[in-house]
T-cell receptor
């Protein structure tokens, strides 16, 4: 399968713990996006990478969130000191020069 | 502020009929608009993109229109099938940024 993959698919954690998610985009896609989606809502933009450079970050993203794409390939999203309000589906998408985004299956986070 | 509105109520239609979904936006002048399909627990899947200078775009049983005067896009599925049941999202690029704004989506249910 050459699509976008995300790991893990599900994560249950206790409030205050740190979690890290991984996204492997379609190879040769230089653009990578992270989104958060809650029930009944559309995906909400979190951050954007072009190759290894993080070019945009949502103002809604608190300092507890950080993302990296060290070699311009896979990306990680870390949430520190998780809160119950962080419970959501975290989606990764990649694209080439075109506008079409290819989404991964998402990581569902539950914070107890 | 820039907003996208989709009918949050579910749309139920009979198999074989044409489903029409609406996406309205305010305070935008997007260069293009996208439609995605999302099944429960999965990431969105790209369907169609229509540019501001295009009035209509078709792909198999799908048709999208884009009225920049009304600030509205209509998404049609002709000869609908139960397999078309899903949530349909519209998305716009936010000008001057790398960000995409998604609507809340409309859940379509095609009844056999």
């Amino acid at each position: 399968d050459t699509g976008v993959s995300q790991d893990p698919r599900h994560k249950i954690t206790k409030r205050g713990q740190n979690v890290t998610f991984r996204c492997d985009p379609i190879s040769e896609h230089n653009r990578l996006y992270w989104y958060r989606q809650t029930l009944g809502q559309g995906p909400e933009f979190l951050t954007y990478f072009q190759n290894e450079a993080q070019l945009e970050k949502s103002r809604l993203l608190s300092d507890r969130f950080s993302a990296e794409r060290p070699k311009g390939s896979f990306s990680t999203l870390e949430i520190q000191r998780t809160e119950q309000g962080d419970s959501a589906m975290y989606l990764c998408a990649s694209s080439s020069q075109a506008e079409t985004q290819y989404f991964g299956p998402g990581t569902r986070l539950t914070v107890l | 502020s820039q907003k996208i509105e989709q009918n949050s109520e579910a749309l139920n239609i009979q198999e074989g009929k044409t489903a029409t979904l609406t996406c309205n936006y305010t305070n935008y002048s997007p260069a293009y608009l996208q439609w995605y399909r999302q099944d429960p627990g999965r990431g969105p899947v790209f369907l169609l993109l229509i540019r501001e200078n295009e009035k209509e775009k078709r792909k198999e049983r799908l048709k999208v229109t884009f009225d920049t005067t009304l600030k509205q896009s209509l998404f049609h599925i002709t000869a609908s099938q139960p397999a078309d049941s899903a949530t349909y999202l519209c998305a716009l690029p936010r000008s001057g940024t790398y960000k995409y704004i998604f609507g809340t989506g409309t859940r379509l249910k095609v009844l056999a």
